[in-house]
Each structure stands twice: as structure tokens, then as C-alpha cells.
């Protein structure tokens, strides 16, 4: 997911009836990609994305002097919402952690530089009927350095609402296979809990002032939030157990916060943000890592709960309880959680379920056409119920249990 909203106040997070989500077309993302980058597409496609959207381009050429040559795998055209796009110290941010973790041989997008090496622009969409037609470029756009401001308006009459305006940029695309592509086994999810607790140890070493800050719908400490949104769940049944979590969350994790440990997380450590490849002998190791648009400074057991959702999400021939397990057991070989935290693991994880699966209905009323938005559901709420009636001795049993076979001791340390 992308951060469906983020800034440094309240005023900055996704408010209900919210539009924020770019409309343009591939052809138009195809002459931005050119005026702006001087890459003459070869071959363009839309991928996923929540509130955004994304390209995938395919380089004929490049004209452009700080680009030494054609990154043969292609890049990634990002048009961000209007939401993200007015937090530009964020966006600065986003753009030095993935530099951060290029240095540090960590696959990750790579930022590339404009005609004028800006590593962003700000345009502007005028969209009439859903039709974009002809362009003109204006003069620089709130003063941001090397920016271009792009308006676009419709042929056939003058525009009826306000332009939106929304950041753009060009990160290199990596390529891989995503988790959600790759068998689901025990070694990839311990392989996949072992990767993330080595991203975040490395992150310590990073910062940037956007993160001392920022706040998004996303994060798991927004999640009281979620009671705005709880109109889009339609059945009653659902709709009373998502709010039994977040009084959970409220009562049992808000007030343990400042005393747990916390750090730069990535933010979401899901199937779609995971590339994996194979090894030699046939076996499936995670090998990058997509998407810093929910990147944030906060507690890391928010970053173990969020992945151990997703990883359980994945489980479509296991037990979902022992496949959190083995991502928890790989974890640990690098970081081994306090007793707190697991205290409030089972909580923090049953959050994220009922934060995914509520977002996620409330931007599918918006935009039906995005299945995107519902990946969640279609496990979730059968997940997440069995998960939620697990009693939490039961459930550190069998993560006791799965420690073992990995050969950790105990689940806290």
C-alpha cells in the first residue's frame, strides 16, 4: 500500500470523502516520462498501486545528462496522491532512504534525476468528464528547486473543479519476483522475518527531519483512526469485531508506547513490496524490498506486526499461526523481542488485519475498479477471525513451538 495519506499534523491524514488519487492516462505518462527525464518509452504498463500511480517504462533511449546509460530492466514512473504530494520534505526523505540503502547493497528502487536533477516535480491535472488532453508547461511551482508545474486542460470545456496537484518522480525498477508469485514454505517466511529484522538494523544508522514527525494512516499508531471509516465495512458481524481490536489497540498498546523500543521501519512488509529469487539448488530467498511510501520512525513491534499479518496472509496451504511463527523465528536470530512486546504482539497484529481490511473497503466504495484495494479481503476476515479467538497462551505456544524447530530457546528474551 502506499501511505493513503500522510504530513506532520492531523490535518495532513486521510480524511473520509477524500479524493486524492491521481487520474491519468499511459499516454500522458508517457510524455511526462519524456519531457521531464528525456526517455524516449519503448514500451509502458500500469502496475498496482494503492492511491497512486505507478508505470512501468521500458527505455528506447535516454537524452538526458545525468542518466550514463539505459537501466535495461526499465524504471518506474511514480505519480504520487494529492495527499503525499504536499509533504515535500517527506518525499526528500523517502528519496535518501532508498539512496541510504543502495549503499548499504540493499536492492531497493533507485532514485534517477530529472533533465535538471531534480529527483521530483510537482504537476497539475485538470481532469473535465475523465478526458486529459493537451499540455503546457508553467513556470516553477512553490518555489521547489529544479520543479516543474504542468497544467492540463480539456478540450471541450473549461475546467469545473480545481486542478489537483501531485508529485512525480523515476526510480529504476528492480527486478524479481514477488513474494506473493513464490510457493509459500517455512524457509521463505524465515528467510523473510530474518530479512526485515537486518533492514531495520541497518536503518539504524539513518535519519532525515521529514521522520520526526510524520504521520500516516497506515501506521499502527492511527489506528483508534480507524473508527471514521468503519461506515465502508457493511456487515454488522465485522463491523462490531474490527471495533472490539481497535478498543483493544486503544486500551492495551496506546498507552505502552513510549516505553517501547522504536526505530526507522519501512512500513509495509507485504507479498507486494517483496521481491524474492531463486537460488541454484531451487530454493526461494527474499532479495529486495518495494515501497517507502509508509516508511516511518516508530516502535518495532509495529514493524514485526504488519509483516507477520501479511505473511499469514499468504498462507493459503498452512497453518497461518505456525507460517507467523517461522517469519517471527527468523526475526529473532537478529533481534530478539522483549517480553513487552510480546505481550503486545497478538493485538498489534490483529490491528493490522482490521486497519488493511477497513481501509481497504473504504477506498474500494471510492474506486470499485481497483481490485488492488481488496487483496486483503479475501483471506482477511476469515483469518482474522480465527486469529482474534486464539487465546494468546495458545498462540505463543505455537510460536514457542516454531521457535524451537529454528533452534531459538524462547520467544522473548
Known amino acids: 500500500m502506499n501511505s493513503n495519506g500522510g504530513g506532520d499534523n492531523d490535518d495532513n491524514i486521510l480524511q473520509p470523502g477524500q479524493q486524492i488519487s491521481p487520474v491519468i492516462s499511459i499516454d500522458l505518462a508517457k510524455d511526462f516520462v519524456r519531457k521531464l527525464y528525456g526517455v524516449k518509452v519503448k514500451e509502458i504498463h500500469e502496475l498496482n498501486a494503492y492511491d497512486d500511480k505507478n508505470f512501468h517504462v521500458l527505455a528506447e533511449e535516454v537524452d538526458n545528462p545525468y542518466i550514463q ?4 530492466h526499465g524504471y518506474v514512473f511514480k505519480v504520487m496522491n494529492t495527499l503525499d504530494s504536499k509533504n515535500l520534505l517527506l518525499i526528500d526523505g523517502q528519496k ?9 547493497n540493499i536492492k531497493c528502487p533507485n532514485p534517477v534525476p530529472d533533465i535538471h536533477h531534480s529527483y521530483y516535480s510537482i504537476v497539475e491535472l485538470q481532469v473535465h468528464n475523465i478526458s ?40 529504476e525498477y528492480q527486478p524479481g519476483t514477488l513474494l506473493c508469485h513464490v510457493p509459500a514454505s517455512t524457509e521463505l517466511f524465515f ?31 492511527a489506528v483508534p483512526d480507524l473508527k471514521k471509516f468503519l461506515f465502508a465495512v457493511k456487515n454488522a458481524d465485522d463491523r462490531t469485531l474490527v471495533s472490539e481490536i481497535i478498543d483493544n489497540f486503544e486500551n492495551d498498546v496506546l498507552p505502552c508506547m513510549d516505553n517501547l523500543e522504536k526505530g526507522m521501519l519501512h512500513g509495509d512488509f507485504n507479498e507486494q513490496n517483496i521481491l524474492c529469487a531463486q537460488t541454484p539448488d531451487g530454493e526461494w530467498k527474499v532479495s529486495g524490498i ?40 527468523g526475526y529473532s536470530t537478529i533481534r530478539q ?13 490483529a490491528a493490522r488485519y482490521a ?11 471510492l474506486n470499485p475498479n481497483n481490485d488492488y484495494v481488496m487483496v486483503t479481503a479475501k483471506l482477511g476476515w476469515k483469518q482474522l477471525k480465527h486469529f482474534w479467538s486464539t487465546p494468546s497462551v495458545s498462540l505463543h505456544l505455537v510460536w514457542d513451538s516454531e521457535m524451537k524447530k529454528h533452534g531459538n530457546i524462547s520467544i522473548a528474551r
Not at 546509460?69 to 535495461?72: E, G, L, M, R, S
Not at 526485515?196 to 521522520?211: E, Q, R, V, W
Not at 523481542?337 to 497484529?349: A, D, F, W
Open 69 to 72: 546509460k539505459v537501466f535495461h
Open 96 to 104: 535518501e532512504i532508498m539512496v541510504y540503502l543502495v549503499k548499504h
Open 132 to 171: 486529459i488532453c493537451t499540455l503546457e508547461v508553467l513556470p516553477n511551482y512553490q518555489h521547489v528547486p529544479n520543479s516543474l508545474h504542468f497544467v492540463l486542460w480539456p478540450n471541450e470545456a473549461p475546467p469545473s473543479h480545481l486542478p489537483s496537484k501531485h508529485v512525480v518522480r523515476l526510480l
Open 191 to 221: 528467510d523473510a522475518g530474518k530479512y526485515l529484522a537486518n533492514l531495520d538494523h541497518i536503518l539504524k544508522g539513518f535519519s532525515h527531519a521529514a521522520y520526526t514527525s510524520h504521520k500516516s494512516l497506515w501506521s499502527l499508531s
Open 290 to 329: 518495494l515501497d517507502f511510501g509508509d516508511s516511518h520512525f516508530s516502535c518495532y513491534v509495529f514493524e514485526l506486526a504488519i509483516a507477520m499479518c501479511y505473511m499469514m496472509l499468504q498462507c493459503k496451504n498452512m497453518d497461518q499461526l505456525e507460517a507467523g511463527g517461522c517469519f517471527l523465528a
Open 337 to 349: 523481542l522483549p517480553k513487552s512486546e510480546v505481550n503486545l504482539l497478538r493485538t498489534c497484529i
Open 355 to 365: 486497519q488493511s481490511l477497513i481501509l481497504g473497503a473504504y477506498s474500494y466504495s
